[in-house]
């Protein structure tokens, strides 16, 4: 019996950075499968999630669907719809459907995930179901390999933090999904306007966000040398 854990997977980049200006980067291919569906299908393996929504620009929503129906076998738990402007108006978008389909309560897990994150591990996932569950919101991060460096001028050093105390952050995010609605509302507009993602929400606050042990291997798949290593990591599975 599914558990009332949802996955989100976040599918608004377009890919500018990658100089792709047909598509966004979540549809260019590796393994001669797009990258959205290499996510997807780490999400589609696990049986705690009660469904997938897949968020989307809206004038990418057929062409998602077109691509889910024709690689993914249980494509009814998948459900596209329309993401936000922001990342965090994408993930209350999530919520929202949620509430519409009257599934949206206290404990109500979302596992936020970007598309474009196609190496996560099962155990990775299933952390994330885990520690949201016990504690509220966790975060996918790993150690900092390399010294970070603070300007806040952008010319001159500020800070040298202390790198044993410093994590790059990954994805997934997860939280208990009304708990994180509840929070994001009680917002200023202006410290929206300072959000970079959806654990800063509760950290801002005040609230605690445990740790996930994330994985090297767990890229974002940005740059056009990112596709040669996704290439190369696809080939060693």
Same mark, same amino acid.
């Given at each position: 019996?599914?558990?009332?854990?949802?996955?989100?997977?976040?599918?608004?980049?377009?890919?500018? @950075?990658?100089?792709?200006?047909?598509?966004?980067?979540?549809?260019?291919?590796?393994?001669?499968?797009?990258?959205?569906?290499?996510?997807?299908?780490?999400?589609?393996?696990?049986?705690?999630?009660?469904?997938?929504?897949?968020?989307?620009?809206?004038?990418?929503?057929?062409?998602?669907?077109?691509?889910?129906?024709?690689?993914?076998?249980?494509?009814?738990?998948?459900?596209?719809?329309?993401?936000?402007?922001? @990342?965090?108006?994408?993930?209350?978008?999530?919520?929202?459907?949620?509430?519409?389909?009257?599934?949206?309560?206290?404990?109500?897990?979302?596992?936020?995930?970007?598309?474009?994150?196609?190496?996560?591990?099962?155990?990775?996932?299933?952390?994330?179901? @885990?520690?949201?569950?016990?504690?509220?919101?966790?975060?996918?991060?790993?150690p900092a390999t390399d010294t970070i460096v603070e300007s806040k001028n952008n010319h001159f050093i500020t800070?040298?933090?202390?790198?044993?105390?410093?994590?790059?952050?990954?994805?997934?995010?997860?939280?208990?999904?009304?708990?994180? @609605?509840?929070?994001?509302?009680?917002?200023?507009?202006?410290?929206?306007?300072?959000?970079?993602?959806?654990?800063?929400?509760?950290?801002?606050?005040?609230?605690?966000?445990?740790?996930?042990?994330?994985?090297?291997?767990?890229?974002?798949?940005?740059?056009?040398?990112?596709?040669?290593?996704?290439?190369?990591?696809?080939?060693?599975?």
């Open positions: 019996m599914r558990s009332n854990v949802y996955g989100v997977i976040l599918a608004g980049g377009k890919g500018t @950075r990658m100089g792709n200006v047909e598509k966004p980067k979540q549809f260019m291919e590796i393994g001669d499968r797009p990258i959205i569906i290499h996510t997807i299908e780490k999400f589609i393996m696990n049986p705690e999630f009660e469904k997938i929504l897949v968020l989307s620009p809206k004038q990418w929503i057929k062409h998602t669907e077109d691509l889910v129906r024709k690689y993914i076998l249980d494509a009814d738990r998948i459900q596209v719809i329309e993401g936000g402007v922001t @990342r965090n108006e994408t993930i209350m978008n999530a919520i929202a459907y949620i509430d519409g389909q009257k599934q949206l309560n206290e404990d109500t897990v979302i596992v936020t995930h970007d598309s474009v994150r196609p190496f996560l591990t099962h155990r990775i996932i299933e952390e994330n179901i @885990r520690y949201a569950k016990e504690y509220g919101a966790c975060d996918t991060i790993i800070n040298i933090p202390d790198r044993s105390t410093m994590y790059q952050g990954q994805t997934p995010q997860s939280f208990k999904a009304e708990h994180l @609605r509840n929070i994001y509302q009680s917002l200023s507009e202006e410290e929206k306007e300072i959000l970079t993602d959806a654990c800063k929400i509760l950290v801002m606050k005040g609230e605690k966000v445990h740790l996930v042990e994330g994985e090297e291997s767990n890229i974002k798949i940005t740059y056009p040398y990112d596709m040669r290593v996704a290439e190369a990591l696809l080939g060693g599975i």
